[in-house]
């Protein structure tokens, strides 16, 4: 793994762009440190910034926080057809950039998905893994029967303000279980200044509903039983799409079940701090 990174700083992090394709960048944002590098892969309509709050109770780990293609500061959507092995695909683009070995990471949902990705397709890139609620299903689901993917295309894309876009989620029963910091963070780096007024999603709601469509054909399920390192498959209370948790753990030769009652598919943007210290006490 490479030695070169920024000082540890109470400042933001250092923003490192990656091509990942002709065109197409990706962004790490590394907030330096000394240790372990530790890099993260966000859920579906994310970015890296959301991580914000986690990272900060690992100071003595060097994190590395990942804005896929097309979310965050990366460069904005250009698929026409939507794979999720292409998130796979560029976690490991990344970790050559940054010269990283025996490397460790964490992934919420889709973020969880792209690094079993990446692990199968080059089998022992990783030491071990820590998966929130990772989108692993069976085969044979019907990309257009996904109501979360309609729900986001009639999503509200453009506010007056950063603050009128924070208060409008948090009454919302999905995005509105995100800590006050986490929420802060998603608006802030997640929406960019309107030429014609207030501020509007970097990430269109037909870009995120096309990953959601996407996340139902990757074909990880039938290969779980090819990850061999340790994974620990981490869970909120009982429902969708946590109900898939413990037999995605089961699959796993190395997976481990961590049960979390407390919290939602959020759980990491919901307490941070309970998360880290779960981070920290499985991924040495």
């Not at 057809?81 to 025996?102: A, E, F, K, N, P």
């Not at 080059?122 to 071990?128: A, E, L, M, S, Y």
């Not at 085969?139 to 295309?153: I, V």
């Not at 995100?178 to 501020?199: C, K, T």
């Amino acid at each position: 793994m490479t030695d070169a990174a920024p000082s540890p700083s109470a400042s933001a992090p250092t923003p490192i762009p990656v091509t990942v394709a002709p065109g197409i960048d990706v962004i790490v944002h590394d907030f330096g440190g000394s240790g372990e590098p530790l890099l993260f892969c966000h859920a579906n309509g994310f970015h890296g910034r959301v991580w914000d709050p986690l990272v900060a109770r690992l100071p003595h780990r060097r994190c590395l926080t990942l804005d896929f293609r097309g979310f965050g500061d990366a460069t904005p959507p250009t698929e026409t057809t939507y794979h999720w092995q292409q998130l796979g695909d560029d976690v490991l683009v990344v970790i050559d950039h940054l010269g990283l070995t025996d490397t460790q990471a964490v992934g919420h949902s889709m973020g969880g998905a792209a690094l079993l990705l990446a692990e199968l397709a080059r089998p022992g890139t990783f030491r071990q893994l820590f998966l929130f609620e990772p989108i692993v299903f069976p085969p044979g689901l019907d990309p257009a029967d996904n109501p979360l993917a309609e729900l986001t295309r009639h999503r509200r894309a453009h506010f007056d303000s950063v603050e009128d876009a924070v208060e409008r989620y948090s009454s919302k029963a999905t995005l509105g279980t995100l800590r006050a910091d986490s929420m802060e963070l998603y608006v802030r780096h997640g929406f960019r200044p309107d030429p014609a007024g207030g501020i509007v999603l970097k990430a269109s709601p037909e870009h995120e509903a096309r990953h959601y469509e996407a996340g139902t054909t990757h074909p990880t399920w039938d290969r779980l039983d090819e990850i061999t390192c340790p994974v620990t498959v981490a869970m909120g209370v009982d429902g969708h799409p946590a109900e898939v948790a413990p037999v995605v753990a089961e699959r796993l030769p190395s997976g481990r079940l961590l049960r979390f009652d407390t919290l939602g598919h959020f759980g990491p943007l919901q307490d941070p701090d309970l998360v880290a210290e779960a981070i920290d006490a499985t991924v040495s």
